[in-house]
C-alpha cells in the first residue's frame, strides 16, 4: 500500500499547532545543514539520527512576574520550567509518527555519557536559533525571544522533510535601557549583577552587540554543583580531625548537596537566574507572563475553529 | 577513568596534566567569546573564524593541539576539578526579592567571619546540662533576651524618657541607643569582633554604660576590671582573658592607665587596642571622639548577638596565678534580671542608683534590671558616703542598690541627718554579711523605704533576696528567699542535704547560675557538688519558709582546739559597740590549739580612745557570747583592706597577724 502523500507545508502547521496547544510558545524548523555545519563532529543531528530531515525546536516557559522576585535561593527550584519543554517535545514526537507514519525522536537533552561533564549531546540553543525562536544574549549566550523573553527549548529530530524556518531577523538583546546602562557604566545588567562576574562584553555604536564574553566555568561553580560532592569527599578524606571529617560529611551546606543527590531537584543543576531577573527582555517581553500569554492558546483554538 | 579507560591506558602523565592543563581548558568551552552575531546572520566564514573562541570540542581541541580526544576529556575535566570553587551557591541566598548582587559589597562565604582562636576557647567553655537548659527554655525562663534587643525595645517605646541621669546630664534612651551604635561601629572599624573580650575599667559614668553597650552590640564579650587594680593585676586578668582592647581613663589619681595597658601591649600578643578617657594619650583611641564619630555598624556585616552568646566575663577573686573568671551569656545573666525586677517592684518609673561599682555584678545587675524595665540609672561615679547621700537628695532616684558598709558609712557620718533621702523606696543591701542592727537601723530612719537584703555571688548572681513587704524579722534577719529560676539547699560537709534550722554550707543552681569558671578547672572542680550544685562556700541556715540566714565563710571558720566555731555572730557584735566601726575576726595559727580567734576593729569617726582587749571581751560576754568563743588577739587597725563592694578581705588580714609563738 503506497504511503500516503505529504504536504510539507501542511504537516508542519499541524506539527505546530499540536506544539502550541500543549503549551509551546514559540515552534520552528532549523536548517539541518547549518546545524550539521555548525555544530562539532559527534553532536551533529545526524550523529544521533542518521536519517534525520528535519530539526523541529519548542520553547517553552517563562515565568510569571512574580516569580522574579523571588529570593534567589527559591528561583532557583521555580525558575527552571525546562522539563515542560520536554514533555512537549516528547509528546510531539509520538504525535509526528502517529500522524504521518514518519520516524521521531524526541531529542534526548542531557550530557553525552562519552564526552563528560558540561558537554551535551546535542545543542539545543543551537537548534532553537536556527529555528527562529531565539537569539543569542550577552547573558552568555542565553537565548532571548522579543515576544516571549527567556525560554526553556527542546528538539524533535523527524525523518519527515519539513521546510526550515530562518533564524530571527533582529536580535532583541541588547535592550535599550540595557544599551542606556552600558554607555554609562560600560556594563549591562546581566554582566553587573552576575553573582559570579563571569559574563562580559562589548555593545557597538549602533546599540547592537560587539563582543560577549562567557566563563562557563565561572558560571558552573554557581549553577552545575556536581563538582561539589568530590570535593566534599575529598574535604572528608583530608580532615585531621573527627570533627573535621563529620563537618565535611554533614554539615548543612553538604547535607543539602547529599539531600539534592538522593531526593532533592532543583537547585543541584539549577542556574542562578540572576542574569535573567536582571534582564528587560526575559521579564518583560509582552508576553513573558504566561498569564497574559493564554490568550494565544485561546488564539490557536479559535483559528483552528 | 574517562570512558571506562585510566590514565594509564589514556597515557596522561603528570607531566602532559601540566603541560596542556591550561591550554585545554582555555580552547574549550569553559572561555567563549563571540564577536557579533555570526550564527543567527549565518556568516559562514565568521562561523568559521570565531570557533576556536566560541569553544572547541574536545575532538576539536585533540586535532589542534596533537592529543587524542581523551585525552583532552581527562586534562579538561581535571583542569576543571582543580580551579572549581565550592560554595559558590551561597552567594544566592542573599539575593531575591529585590536585592542583586554586587561585586564591591560580596565578601566570599569562607573569607567571612569566623570566631578566633580565645572566642572559641570561651564559647567552649559554655557547657550547661541539657535536661537543665532544656527545663530553662520550657519554663521561659532562658529567652532571647540580649542588651541590644532591650535597648532597642526602650529606644523604640520610651525614647525620649532618661535612660542615665547625672544631676543636669540626662541621656534619653534613643540618644543611648545611637550613641551606643555609634560606638560599636567605631569599635569594629577599630578591629573588634564578635566573640573579642573587652576589658574595661571605668568608674560608673555614662561612658561605662555606653562601652558596655556598644561591646554588646557587635556580641563582643565584657570583662571589667575594677578600679582600683593597677597594672600587675591588670596584666594577670588580661593574660587570662586575653582581652584585644582595652577601655580605661586616660589618667587617674595615682597611675596613668592608659599609658599602662599601652606598654601592657607589648607582654600581652592579644592586647591590640587600648581607648582611652580623657586627655589624649599618644597610641589610643580616645573614647569620646568614637562615641561622637562612630558609624553604626551595618546589621549584615555585624549582626547583633544571641541570648546564647558569652557576654560578661567577671572576675571573682584572685588575681595572680589563678583567676577564677565567672563566664555568662545573656540567657543566665538576663533571666536573673528580667524574673527578679517584678519581685523587687522595680518598674519603668523608677530611677535606679548603684552604689556598687558597674565592675561588679551587683552593680550590673542593678543596670540590668533598669535596662529591663526601662527605669532610669541615676549615677554615682565613685561611692563616698556624702556624694551617694547628696546624689539620692539631688537626682531622686527610688531605688538604692547598696552595701551595708555603704549605709554604715554615711550612718557614721551623719548623713541620713544632713539629706533629703526620702525618693527611696526600695533599698537592696548585699556584698556582705548585713549586721540586722543596722537594717532595722536603716527601716527606722527610713520608714517609707522597703530595705532588703540580696545573697549573691558573681557564679550565682541575685539567688536570694527579701520582698518589699516581708517583715523586719525577716528582712533584717535573713538574706530571704530564693530568685525566680534559683533553687537553694543547705548541705553538709559530706554532701547531705541538711533539714530546716541546720546550719551547712548554702548551695544553689538554676538559671542564673555560671557554667563554670573559664580555663580553671581546678576552681571548677572545688566549685561543684556532684549532682551539679554550686557551692557556695557561705555557712547558712534555711528556715521552713525558705528563708536562707548566711551565718558565715567555712574559710572564716575557727578550729580552737577541735571546737569548731563561726564567729559571724561575734563581729555583728562588735560592729555595733560604739567605738567601732567595723570588725573582722579571723583564725590565727597556734601551735597548742591550732586556731585562735584574732579581732581586727577600726574606729569610729571621732573615737579617741582605744578599746582594749578586754574591754571588747566583757562585752561580748556580756551578751552572751561563751569564753572559748572570744577573741584571743585585738589588732586596730586604721582601714579594712576592702573589695570594691567593700567586703572585708579576711585574708589580707591575716597577713598581719603575728608570727606563731
Known amino acids: ?305 | 577513568m574517562a570512558r571506562g579507560l585510566t590514565r594509564e591506558q589514556i597515557g596522561i602523565t603528570p607531566a602532559m596534566l601540566q603541560t596542556f592543563g591550561e591550554v585545554v581548558f582555555d580552547l574549550s568551552h569553559n572561555h567563549q567569546t563571540r564577536h557579533g552575531d555570526p550564527i543567527r546572520l549565518q556568516d559562514w566564514a565568521e562561523v568559521e573564524r570565531q570557533r576556536e573562541d566560541m569553544g572547541l570540542s574536545d575532538a576539536q581541541i585533540g586535532a589542534k593541539l596533537g592529543l587524542t580526544r581523551d585525552q583532552v576529556l581527562f586534562i579538561r575535566t581535571v583542569e576543571e576539578r582543580r580551579r572549581f570553587r565550592t560554595g559558590h551557591y551561597q552567594r544566592l541566598l542573599e539575593l531575591g526579592g529585590g536585592k542583586r548582587f554586587r561585586p564591591e559589597k560580596f565578601t566570599p562565604h569562607l573569607d567571612r567571619f569566623r570566631y578566633g582562636e580565645a572566642a572559641l576557647l570561651l564559647r567552649a567553655a559554655l557547657a550547661f546540662d541539657p535536661q537543665r537548659a532544656r527545663h530553662f527554655v520550657a519554663q521561659g525562663w532562658w529567652g532571647d533576651d540580649t542588651l541590644p534587643g532591650w535597648l532597642a525595645r526602650h529606644a523604640k517605646e520610651r525614647p525620649d524618657a532618661p535612660a542615665l541621669i547625672q544631676g543636669e546630664s540626662i541621656i534619653t534612651w534613643r540618644a543611648l541607643h545611637a550613641r551606643s551604635e555609634r560606638l560599636a561601629g567605631a569599635l569594629s572599624a577599630a578591629g573588634i569582633a564578635k566573640g573579642d573580650v573587652v576589658a574595661v575599667q571605668l568608674p560608673n559614668i555614662a561612658e561605662f554604660v555606653i562601652a558596655f553597650l556598644a561591646i554588646c552590640r557587635l556580641g563582643a564579650v565584657l570583662s571589667t576590671l575594677h578600679m582600683p587594680y593597677r597594672k600587675s593585676e591588670v596584666e594577670s586578668l588580661l593574660r587570662h582573658n586575653r582581652a584585644t582592647a582595652a577601655i580605661c581613663l586616660s589618667s587617674a589619681k595615682d597611675w596613668n592607665p592608659a599609658a599602662s595597658f599601652l606598654e601592657l601591649r607589648a607582654s600581652l600578643p592579644d592586647l591590640k587596642t587600648v581607648i582611652a578617657l580623657g586627655a589624649h594619650v599618644d597610641g589610643a583611641l580616645s573614647l569620646a571622639e568614637l562615641i561622637d564619630t562612630g558609624t553604626p555598624p551595618d546589621a549584615l556585616e555585624a549582626p547583633a548577638p544571641v541570648a546564647a552568646d558569652p557576654f560578661l566575663l567577671l572576675y571573682t577573686s584572685g588575681t595572680t596565678a589563678a583567676p577564677k573568671a565567672a563566664l555568662h551569656n545573656y540567657h543566665t545573666m538576663l533571666s536573673n534580671a528580667r524574673l527578679s525586677a517584678p519581685e523587687h517592684k522595680v518598674t519603668s518609673a523608677d530611677r535606679l542608683l548603684s552604689a556598687a561599682p558597674f565592675s561588679h555584678l551587683f552593680g550590673l545587675y542593678c543596670l540590668h534590671v533598669a535596662f529591663h524595665t526601662g527605669a532610669a540609672s541615676v549615677l554615682l561615679p565613685v561611692f563616698t558616703p556624702p556624694d551617694m547621700a547628696a546624689t539620692i537628695a539631688r537626682d531622686a532616684p527610688t531605688a538604692l542598690w547598696t552595701g551595708p558598709a555603704h549605709i554604715a558609712a554615711c550612718r557614721a557620718l551623719g548623713l541620713f541627718d544632713k539629706f533629703d533621702l526620702s525618693s527611696l523606696k526600695i533599698a537592696i543591701m548585699s556584698g556582705a554579711a548585713c549586721p540586722p542592727e543596722l537594717v532595722r537601723w536603716f527601716a527606722e530612719r527610713l520608714p517609707g523605704c522597703a530595705i532588703t537584703q540580696l545573697w549573691g555571688m558573681t557564679e550565682t548572681q541575685a539567688a536570694l533576696y527579701t520582698r518589699p513587704g516581708d517583715s523586719l524579722e525577716i528582712a533584717a534577719g535573713t538574706a530571704g528567699r530564693v530568685s525566680p529560676g534559683t533553687e537553694a539547699r543547705i548541705a553538709s560537709p559530706e554532701g547531705e542535704v541538711l533539714t530546716a534550722g541546720t546550719e551547712g554550707e548554702l548551695q544553689v543552681r538554676g538559671c542564673p547560675l555560671f557554667p563554670g569558671y573559664f580555663n580553671n578547672e581546678a576552681a571548677n572542680q572545688d566549685a561543684f557538688a556532684a549532682d551539679g550544685w554550686f557551692r557556695s562556700g557561705d555557712l547558712a541556715v534555711m528556715d521552713a519558709a525558705g528563708n536562707v540566714a548566711i551565718t558565715g565563710r567555712i574559710k572564716d571558720v575557727i578550729n580552737r582546739g577541735g571546737i569548731k566555731f563561726n564567729p559571724r555572730d561575734i563581729e555583728d557584735l562588735l560592729d555595733a559597740h560604739p567605738q567601732l566601726l567595723q570588725s573582722a575576726i579571723v583564725p590565727m595559727p597556734d601551735p597548742v590549739l591550732g586556731e585562735r580567734a584574732c579581732a581586727f576593729v577600726t574606729l569610729r569617726p571621732g573615737v579617741t580612745e582605744t578599746p582594749t582587749l578586754q574591754a571588747l571581751c566583757d562585752y561580748l560576754t556580756g551578751r552572751g557570747v561563751s569564753k572559748q568563743r572570744l577573741p584571743e588577739h585585738l589588732m586596730i587597725v586604721a582601714d579594712m583592706p576592702l573589695t570594691p563592694t567593700r567586703k572585708i578581705i579576711k585574708a589580707r588580714l591575716q597577713l598581719l597577724l603575728p608570727a606563731p609563738t
Open chain 1, 1 to 305: 500500500m503506497p504511503l500516503p502523500v505529504i504536504d510539507p507545508v501542511q504537516a508542519k502547521q499541524t506539527i505546530f499547532e499540536y506544539c502550541k496547544k500543549k503549551g509551546a510558545l514559540a515552534v520552528g524548523v532549523a536548517d539541518l545543514a547549518a546545524i550539521e555545519r555548525i555544530a562539532p563532529p559527534g553532536h551533529r543531528p545526524s550523529d544521533l539520527m542518521p536519517r534525520v530531515k528535519s530539526v523541529i525546536s519548542v520553547g517553552v516557559g517563562g515565568q510569571t512576574a512574580g516569580v522574579w522576585s523571588l529570593p534567589a535561593k527559591a528561583m532557583a527550584y521555580f525558575g527552571s520550567t525546562e522539563t515542560r519543554a520536554y514533555a512537549v517535545a516528547y509528546g510531539a514526537a509520538f504525535f509526528i509518527e502517529s500522524k504521518f507514519g514518519v520516524p521521531s525522536i524526541y531529542c534526548p537533552p542531557d550530557m553525552d555519557p562519552d564526552g563528560g561533564p558540561r558537554v551535551p549531546l546535542q545543542s539545543l540553543k543551537l537548534h532553537a536559533e536556527l529555528a527562529g525562536i531565539g537569539a543569542r544574549s550577552l547573558a552568555g549566550d542565553i537565548l532571548l525571544h522579543p515576544e516571549f523573553g527567556y525560554m526553556y527549548f527542546a528538539s524533535i529530530f523527524t525523518e519527515l522533510e519539513l521546510p526550515p524556518d530562518a533564524p530571527m531577523a533582529e536580535n532583541p538583546c541588547p535592550a535599550p535601557s540595557c544599551v542606556d546602562m552600558y554607555r554609562k557604566i560600560g556594563q549591562t545588567p546581566c554582566m553587573k549583577f552576575c553573582p559570579v562576574q563571569c559574563l562580559s562584553g562589548e555593545i557597538d555604536d549602533a546599540g547592537k552587540q560587539k563582543v560577549m564574553r562567557y566563563d562557563m566555568a565561572k558560571c558552573a561553580e554557581m549553577s552545575q554543583q556536581y563538582e561539589s560532592v568530590p570535593a566534599m569527599l575529598m574535604e572528608a578524606m583530608a580532615a585531621e580531625t573527627t570533627a573535621q571529617r563529620e563537618d565535611a560529611l554533614f554539615d548543612p551546606d553538604n547535607k543539602m548537596l547529599w539531600y539534592k543527590v538522593s531526593a532533592g531537584s532543583g537547585g543541584w543543576f539549577a542556574q542562578c537566574f540572576e542574569c535573567m531577573r536582571a534582564c528587560p527582555i526575559a521579564t518583560q517581553a509582552p508576553a513573558s507572563d504566561p498569564i497574559r500569554r493564554t490568550h494565544l492558546l485561546r488564539q490557536v483554538k479559535a483559528d483552528k475553529a
